[in-house]
């Protein structure tokens, strides 16, 4: 059956090696469990419900992936996304979480659309890579800055905007060991070291409350294994899209701020993965890329109505195709074992506090911020646009208003530099929308 449904030998492998591979994927994901709903929390959602709608849309959209393009990718709940719905759609622009989970939905429906069709390559080939890559490497930031502030490092100050927290509390101690010790497993490249620095610093965090008896400190809880399976969540999209479009421009930014990240986090991460593994043809294009893509989309969509942010294929995916994962049996087992984690949520609810996903956020920023690398600084209209993009996106607490800024900026840049001609119409009309955006709308 494995034979016939993933093509093991055409792909030179087995089925031993491709459940490996998903082991060592899922651990390398499974940080997300924990992250996504204190995330989400701070928007006013239900960890419980956040976990369990984490935990289904992350198996359901992996085996989906694998059984539609037979590609060893997963998917999750992203991060820097989850930020975009909690920081800035919730707690920056006034939504309810009903609204950005609506806004959710029809992103995941236009990307259904755009995958289908040729509107993704004009959409790709019209946004310049070094403007998505300030993108990314802004969110890094953005996610890293929300982990410093969430665990009480960064502290807000009336002199000076922002100041370091103290440093002598136990929780903050706990945060800082928790940074260093996860900076150390991944500089070693030790697998899912993302994952054993949350598990390291939760275990930590417990004992040291043990002890101590400080408040907000990691405990275990009262059963570890539960038989509550309820999704309070699921559904509530369709409460939002009165609130969401009742203004109509405003929606549009929202959209756009999510289809935007997930289109370009999916695309980077299924090329990278399809290079390792000898998907791209000798035109540089991405075997089966639409039913990839459809995958994606399927998975945002089904996400959304379970109630979780957007659901995007993870670059972590690499660590399963690094012990020789090839074929979409690799992300079923990464599926499965997203199902069977929704047995432990006391464990990761009551175990992942603040202190415990601050590591993670910041440690995963410090890997997006990398992309910056591959700006080109010496060119002042690409060095103009990645800094405008990244500093307006800690400054504002916006991941919306980064983008939207980003591309003013660099449109302008192109103008001063006389290459007004060079600058592709669907770059003029979004900014068009950006600076009604920014003049009228907010």
């Not at 074992?337 to 410090?366: D, E, H, K, M």
């Not at 001609?421 to 009228?440: D, E, N, Q």
Request: proline share 3%.
């Amino acid at each position: 059956m494995f034979e016939k449904l993933f093509k093991l030998s055409d792909k030179k492998t087995n089925v031993r090696t491709e459940v490996i591979a998903g082991i060592t994927t899922f651990l390398a994901m499974a940080y997300i469990l924990g992250v996504n709903p204190s995330v989400l929390g701070d928007s006013g959602m239900d960890p419980h419900a956040v976990f369990m709608a984490t935990a289904v849309s992350a198996g359901f959209a992996s085996i989906l992936m694998g059984i539609l393009a037979n590609y060893p990718v997963a998917l999750a709940p992203g991060m820097g996304v989850n930020a975009l719905f909690s920081y800035t759609v919730v707690l920056g622009m006034g939504h309810s979480w009903q609204a950005a989970l609506a806004a959710v939905f029809v992103s995941g429906l236009i990307f259904l659309v755009i995958s289908v069709t040729g509107i993704r390559k004009i959409i790709i080939n019209a946004i310049p890579v070094q403007l998505k890559l300030a993108i990314g490497a802004g969110i890094g930031f953005f996610i890293a800055f929300v982990g410093l502030k969430n665990s009480g490092i960064i502290v807000s100050s009336e002199a000076t905007f922002v100041s370091l927290g103290d440093l002598s509390s136990p929780l903050v101690l706990l945060t800082i060991f928790g940074i260093l010790i996860t900076i150390a497993l991944v500089a070693k490249k030790v697998p899912a070291g993302v994952f054993i620095g949350m598990v390291i610093t939760a275990i930590i965090g417990v004992i040291v409350g043990a002890i101590t008896g400080t408040l907000g400190m990691p405990a275990l809880p009262e059963r570890y294994i539960t038989n509550d399976f309820s999704m309070q969540a699921a559904g509530a999209f369709v409460n939002g899209f009165a609130e969401l479009f009742s203004d109509p421009g405003n929606a549009f930014v929202i959209i756009f701020s999510f289809l935007f990240v997930d289109f370009f986090d999916t695309a980077g991460t299924l090329v990278a993965i399809g290079n390792r593994i000898g998907l791209v043809n000798e035109k540089g294009e991405l075997e089966n890329a639409e039913k990839a893509l459809l995958a994606d989309a399927i998975g945002t969509v089904a996400g959304a109505a379970l109630g979780t942010s957007t659901v995007t294929s993870f670059v972590e995916s690499t660590s399963g195709v690094e012990v020789g994962g090839r074929t979409g049996l690799t992300s079923c087992t990464t599926g499965i074992l997203f199902f069977l984690s929704i047995f432990i949520s006391p464990i990761v609810l009551s175990t992942v506090t603040n202190q415990v996903t601050a590591p993670a956020l910041v440690v995963v920023g410090i890997l997006m911020a990398q992309q910056l690398g591959g700006v080109d600084w010496n060119d002042i209209v690409y060095s103009t646009a990645g800094f405008v993009t990244v500093i307006s996106m800690i400054l504002t607490y916006s991941i919306s208003n980064g983008i939207a800024l980003g591309f003013i900026a660099y449109l302008v840049a192109m103008i001063a530099t006389g290459k007004a001609k060079k600058i592709s119409p669907i770059i003029w009309a979004l900014v068009v929308i950006f600076v009604l955006y920014f003049g009228w709308l907010m």
